[in-house]
Nanobody
Framework: QVQLVESGGGSVQAGGSLRLSCAAS????????MGWFRQAPGKEREFVAA????????YYGDSVKGRFAISRDNAKNTVYLQMASLKPEDTAVYYC??????????????????WGQGTLVTVSS
C-alpha cells in the first residue's frame, strides 16, 4: 500500500493559481487511480478530480471543470492538481486519495483505500 503526502497549499488571491502535489511512497503507485477531494469548514467533503492509473482518463467535479487540471507522473510517484482562476469558495483543505477502483472515487466513497493528511488552500477576495 502507498502512503501519500500533499504539498503546495497556501494563500492566494482570487483569480490566482496554485499547484498541489501529492507524493506517494511505495512501488505500487502506478496500480492506483488517484484523486483529489476537498473539505471546507462546516461542509461535506467534495470530489474535486480523479485520474486513472495510466493517466488516460480524467474526471472533474462540476464546480472545478475548466479551471482545475489533474495529472500524474508515474515515474515520480506524484499526482498534481493545477488550480487556476481560483475563487474564495475554493478555500478548503485538499486531500489526495488512492484507490484501485475508479468508481469509488467518482462517487466520493468515504472508505477509499489511502488518504493523505491534507493541505490547506485559502483564497482571498
Amino acid at each position: 500500500q502507498v502512503q501519500l503526502v500533499e504539498s503546495g497549499g497556501g494563500s492566494v488571491q482570487a483569480g490566482g493559481s496554485l499547484r498541489l502535489s501529492c507524493a506517494a511512497s511505495g512501488r505500487t503507485f502506478s496500480n492506483y487511480h488517484m484523486g483529489w477531494f476537498r473539505q471546507a469548514p462546516g461542509k461535506e467533503r467534495e470530489f474535486v478530480a480523479a485520474i486513472t492509473w495510466s493517466g488516460g482518463d480524467t474526471y472533474y467535479g462540476d464546480s472545478v471543470k475548466g479551471r482545475f487540471a489533474i495529472s500524474r507522473d508515474n515515474a515520480k510517484n506524484t499526482v498534481y492538481l493545477q488550480m487556476a482562476s481560483l475563487k474564495p469558495e475554493d478555500t478548503a483543505v485538499y486531500y489526495c486519495a488512492a484507490d484501485t477502483t475508479i468508481w469509488r472515487m467518482l462517487r466520493n466513497d468515504r472508505s477509499l483505500e489511502v488518504w493523505g493528511q491534507g493541505t490547506l488552500v485559502t483564497v482571498s477576495s
